[in-house]
């Protein structure tokens, strides 16, 4: 029988329901039966890491596999961490509860520089050594992979191996290996060997040179999202529709290190999304890409997915966001179809203030297309959107500083209504890419150029990025194995998800790296070009003589044009099948489909049934918020395909009634809400519903009219857990009484009687009864 946290430590940390596990439908395989057993990690919180499209694709491709399961894990906040440490339990994996000790592989993504912590807190919670030369046999093989492995030397040490490129092929390569070498019972010196053989795997105790791994065909991996547990902070699917950029940006590590440019067919990716909202019960994806403005057919795709989701009025529930579109690649037909689902936010980059500046950073944009597109949006009901720009940057002037604020004041002599706001963060030299010798400026540049633009902007107009995070980013992407023990100090000194700001703290980075002697500013040094850089292993296929011909041209305000439309760049990419694959475009506009306007239907044609459902919330269900069990309940209901009625209006959402919040935390015999649907008779279906362990529906009303919950009495039964607690509730009943409140001794326990609107359970214990935390004094559990 699987363990899990109990419940007690559940109530003493903030957000519980990011640590509960089992998500519904996961597909669980059976422990024992199994070859090897994979976890597959990501250090920051359940609600950050959950959307990662590499751990879902991999995690779902190793569990198609008969021989292999996969499941995942997480990095914690430090108050669920104290808690585990205080009661000496192990970190567990999310679904089948348990401790990554009893796995095979442990893969932990490398995504960001930030994140550096958050693996040694996943590997720390699991009583797993840290560096791979601690580690005896009996312990998970440590797998790395991720955007950040350009560069892998300051984490290198953690790892057996990691990968370098895409790993979608790679991976069963690797896992064939350990499972024979489980097999064989060999030392771990053979494994390495093995591994190291491998096209695309680098085993940082052999410090072997490796190739970047590419994969040609994306569409021969299909892969399914699942129903995370909660809310995540990106809560729609993650769709592939191309991978890898050539527009050359010369600060853009991405670029380099996914080219070449791989595109999905509009077939494949119809058919991916219609899989993916079936089989999770969401609706509405992201269609990713390093820049989905510049895929070749994307006017067409959208016709294909207004024809698909947006024909027929009732059912008008589906959404898409385009997290990456280009300056000029903006168009009516692009904004309606966007506002069809929910209106997104519209970001820009033009990186840089002057023309000059964007020639050598090679992001070559015509202003006035900015300008245009925004025009576009305004008049298609945006009245807001956000531009990125970069401090610091190579050459970079005052006059390129000022001409931020000059755009900023151009764009708003065309558009004075529009709410437009300016986000700046500092330039990193990012390894393989032509700026990767460049110096990073220190942090007091930083704040000296933050502050200049201060001067001419209101504060909510003008973000930046913090630039104690950006400085340290800049330490490890061009860091050396050295920056280890430094990693591993400031974890044991207190350092933890440091991309969060309410986490970081700089101060103790600082301070540990003064104590072990580690100048930092000498990490954002200019580089010679020919010195021997950390990385210099690693290939990313991109020739060296191809960054220095760049960066030449960047001193020079020259640009190189995408290769995908102008002549090969030479960059050393391609090579016999591995080149860029584009979609053909059949049409340049892409057809116009009918929609909500031209092929009206009546949602009056349907009549809408409300079904008032009761369902219980107990064990450990009650650390899910009303919220988050409503939006477990439904994403249900719309996998399995029950006809819910949808609003209409922008943000179109199912029509529900709620009835009063119970606080996080306590156990209910009865919770209300009222959903309407489109067809009488599904009583019978809606009371055999499996939901969440703890979450059963176990009545179910049918009527025509909204139901109303807010009038009902709500009876609390309260189990005081000490003599203490007790105490406090007898003050009140003594001494105290409020209008609509009643609370009656029943020996075993007291009952709480609550006839009035608007009332704060929190609130009441914590004024009326005295007590602030009270969950971790008192059972409390809701009659029907």
């Given at each position: 029988m699987n363990k899990d946290y109990p419940l007690e430590i559940l109530f003493k940390v903030k957000k519980p329901s990011r640590y509960i596990g089992e998500e519904p439908f996961f597909p669980k395989k059976n422990w024992e039966e199994v070859k090897l057993k994979v976890c597959i990690g990501y250090p920051d919180l359940y609600e950050i890491g959950r959307s990662h499209l590499g751990i879902n694709i991999l995690s779902y491709l190793i569990n198609k596999h008969p021989d292999y399961l996969a499941d995942f894990v997480f990095a914690v906040a430090p108050d669920f961490e104290n808690e585990l440490k205080r009661n000496s339990i192990p970190l567990l994996s999310f679904n089948y509860r348990k401790p990554l000790k009893e796995f095979d592989v442990l893969g932990i993504t490398y995504a960001y520089?930030?994140?550096?912590t958050g693996i040694l807190n996943i590997l720390e919670l699991s009583h797993i050594p840290f560096k791979t030369i601690e580690r005896e046999k009996e312990y998970p093989i440590i797998l790395g992979g991720g955007p950040s492995c350009g560069n892998p030397e300051p984490i290198a040490e953690i790892y057996d191996a990691i990968v370098i490129g895409d790993g979608e092929e790679v991976i069963f390569e690797i896992l064939k290996i350990i499972k024979e070498w489980k097999k064989q019972k060999e030392d771990k010196e053979t494994l390495w060997k093995e591994l190291a053989k491998?096209?695309?795997?680098?085993v940082p105790i052999l410090k072997n040179r490796v190739k970047k791994r590419i994969v040609i065909d994306l569409s021969k991996f299909r892969w399914n999202f699942g129903i995370p547990v909660i809310q995540l902070s990106h809560d729609r699917i993650?769709?592939?529709?191309?991978?890898?950029?050539?527009?050359?940006?010369?600060?853009?590590e991405a670029s380099f290190y996914y080219r070449p440019v791989r595109e999905k067919e509009i077939n494949d990716i119809l058919e991916q999304i219609k899989e993916n909202f079936k089989t999770t019960g969401y609706?509405?994806?992201?269609?990713?890409?390093?820049?989905?403005?510049?895929?070749?057919?994307?006017?067409?795709?959208i016709a294909e997915l207004k024809k698909e989701f947006y024909s027929n009025q009732i059912f008008r529930k589906y959404a898409f966001s385009l997290p990456s579109l280009r300056v000029g690649s903006i168009n009516e037909e692009i904004l309606n179809f966007i506002k069809l689902g929910r209106k997104t936010g519209l970001t820009f980059a033009p990186e840089a203030g002057t023309e000059r500046l964007r020639k050598v950073i090679n992001k070559d944009i015509d202003i006035d297309l900015l300008i245009k597109d925004l025009e576009v949006a305004w008049k298609e009901g945006w009245k807001r959107a956000k531009l990125y720009f970069m401090i610091g940057l190579p050459t970079e002037t005052e006059e390129d500083l000022k001409g931020i604020v000059n755009l900023y004041k151009e764009i708003k002599r065309f558009l004075p209504g529009m709410h437009i706001v300016v986000s700046v963060s500092t330039f990193i030299p990012k390894p393989h890419t032509p700026f990767q010798w460049e110096r990073q400026i220190d942090l007091e540049e930083t704040y000296e150029k933050i502050k200049y633009?201060?001067?001419?902007?209101?504060?909510?107009?003008?973000?930046?990025?913090?630039?104690?995070?950006?400085?340290?980013?800049?330490?490890?992407?061009?860091?050396?194995?050295?920056?280890?023990?430094?990693?591993?100090?400031?974890?044991?000194?207190?350092?933890?998800?440091?991309?969060?700001?309410?986490?970081?703290?700089?101060?103790?980075?600082?301070?540990?790296?003064?104590?072990?002697?580690?100048?930092?500013?000498?990490?954002l040094r200019e580089r010679d070009i020919n010195e021997k850089l950390p990385w210099d292993h690693i290939d990313l296929r991109v020739k060296k003589e191809y960054l220095l011909k760049e960066r030449e041209k960047?001193?020079?305000?020259?640009?190189?044009?995408?290769?995908?439309?102008?002549?090969?760049?030479?960059?050393?990419?391609c090579y016999k099948e591995i080149k860029n694959i584009l979609v053909k475009k059949k049409s340049e506009k892409g057809k116009k489909i009918k929609t909500e306007d031209d092929k009206k239907i009546s949602d009056t044609q349907l009549k809408e049934i409300w079904y008032e459902i009761v369902y219980t919330k107990k064990e450990k269900a009650i650390f899910l918020s009303q919220l988050e069990t409503i939006r477990l309940i439904l994403l249900i209901l719309e996998k399995l395909e029950f006809p819910l009625v949808y609003t209409s209006g922008f943000h179109p959402h199912p029509k529900i009634v709620l009835g009063p919040a119970l606080p996080v935390g306590i156990e209910s015999e009865g919770e209300s809400i009222g959903i309407a649907m489109y067809k009488k008779g599904l009583a019978k279906r809606l009371l055999e519903l499996e939901i969440y362990r703890g979450i059963k529906i176990i009545d179910v009303i049918e009527k025509y009219e909204k139901p109303e919950f807010f009038k009902k009495m709500i009876k609390l039964n309260i189990y005081p857990k000490d003599s203490f607690a007790e105490k406090y509730l007898k003050n009140f009943q003594?001494?105290?009484?409020?209008?609509?409140?009643?609370?009656?001794?029943?020996?075993?326990?007291?009952?709480?009687?609550?006839?009035?609107?608007?009332?704060?359970?929190?609130k009441f214990f914590k004024e009326k009864i005295g007590i602030e935390n009270f969950l971790e004094k008192y059972a409390i559990i809701k009659q029907r």
């Open positions: 520089e930030l994140s550096v491998i096209e695309g795997v680098y993650p769709l592939e529709v191309s991978r890898g950029c050539t527009r050359g940006c010369r600060f853009c609706t509405e994806a992201s269609l990713m890409s390093l820049s989905i403005g510049d895929y070749s057919a994307l006017n067409e795709l633009l201060k001067n001419f902007f209101k504060k909510r107009v003008f973000k930046y990025h913090k630039p104690e995070q950006s400085f340290l980013e800049g330490v490890i992407s061009r860091g050396d194995r050295q920056l280890i023990n430094l990693i591993i100090e400031v974890y044991k000194n207190g350092a933890r998800l440091d991309s969060w700001k309410e986490y970081f703290k700089y101060e103790i980075w600082k301070d540990t790296a003064e104590k072990l002697g580690i100048n930092l500013k000498d990490y960047a001193y020079k305000a020259q640009v190189t044009k995408d290769c995908r439309f102008e002549k090969c760049s030479k960059c050393g990419v003594e001494k105290n009484f409020e209008e609509g409140i009643i609370l009656e001794n029943k020996k075993d326990y007291y009952q709480l009687i609550i006839n009035k609107k608007n009332f704060s359970i929190s």
